[in-house]
């Protein structure tokens, strides 16, 4: 298990994540930790009748932050978001009390009487401290009908079948072993494991909200149509510049904030394109048979890979391609831990670069034909890397290490010629396990 870093105690902390529920009375924020760290700002997660309506992100003074200071930054930010929910009247320090059940929670509590039967698969590797953590929180779920399968990619201990030992005791955990290593052959075991079933991905570095499967419930509820159901994933802390960083370049929604949104053959967006994105596989859900359709996860893909990523996105446009539907469902929330440290991040960056360019070169490998409308989005795709107002760079603050940006292009030019060597080793394994 891995132990947090010890902070100097003149160590600033450089944001305390909150989350605030406005029909209860707010917190006040101190100017320092417990332990003596100064505090610089206040992220929070800002929700009314447990529905998530936004994120604030305010500096924290020498004195701290009263319930009327929180109160009056979530009216600056998300006050038009808000105050139509709460009669138009001014955000309350003290909470807001309805005079009749709110009709998010109606619609909950309506999805939830005859709630759809969904698997959860964490797939993971020697983290055992980590899955530990995620499955208390899946254990913890708000939702009737789930149970949990946890796939231990090529184990080299028996610490992860242990965990998952002692979850059983709690509640419905599975184990599979999957001997290949990679997260694609993980995720195609569960796959084959579950026929006919809901999936839900989870990754073992989150916290999954308390609702979070009744709101992918209340999404495949709502939209029939739906393939595959995306959420939102926030920050479980931010107490270092790396973790700060990585949020400023978008984090794993990439300003897609609190909009829910269809992608499908009516919208505008092209499938080839993911800015804004389709959602992360982090926190998606497929029906029955979706994945099947689009061939399963590309073994080529994924962490463990050379590519080191993207089967996630590649699995979307191959479901977009198909004529399928993605819901992206804003209130279907995880929380995730990001790298804390320098080293970890800019080996993120690479990944994500990496990742990005190789599920292009599957996409092309398998369908030649898309090259001429992928070269049609090139121009936007170069804005997207170069100008200052767009959505990749927009959000990035004066102190965001440029190296970080350099990382990522640098992944994206290896991508190709990764993904080539990700697909030998695939086959190889295949042929050993054979």
Known sequence: MTTAPVFETDTPLPAVVLDLELSQPLPRVAPATADGRRVQQAWALVRLFTEPLGTILVDVPEYGLSPVDLAAAIDDELGDVVRPRIGGAAIPANGFTPATEPAFLASRRAVLAAAPDITVVICTRERPGALAR????????????FKILVVDNAPVTDTTAEVVRSAARRGPVGYLKEPKAGLSFARNAAVAACPGEIMAWIDDDELADPHWLAEVARALVEHPEADVVSGVIVPAELETRAQIWFEQFGGHSKGRGFTPDVFGPRHPQSPLYPLPP?????????????????????TALGAGTPAMGSEDTLAFTQVLLAGGTIVYQPTAVTHHYHRRDFAGLEKQMVGYGTGLTAAYTSLLLGRPGLIWRL??????????????????????????????LGANRKGMIAGPRAYLRGRRAARAKLRQHH
């Not at 995620?134 to 009908?145: I, K, R, T, V």
């Not at 389709?278 to 590309?298: C, H, K, L, Q, S």
């Not at 795709?381 to 004066?398: F, I, K, N, W």
Request: glycine letters at 10%; one cysteine or more.
């Open 375 to 404: 070269l049609r989005l090139a121009p936007t795709a170069y804005r997207d890397l170069t100008g200052s107002d767009s959505l990749r760079v927009s959000t990035l603050q004066d102190d965001f290490p440029r190296e970080l």
């Open 134 to 145: 995620c499955l208390d929180s899946l254990l913890a779920q708000q939702y009737p009908n």
């Open 278 to 298: 389709f959602g992360t596989g982090a926190n998606m859900t497929f029906r029955p048979g979706v994945i099947e359709r689009i061939g399963g996860w590309d």
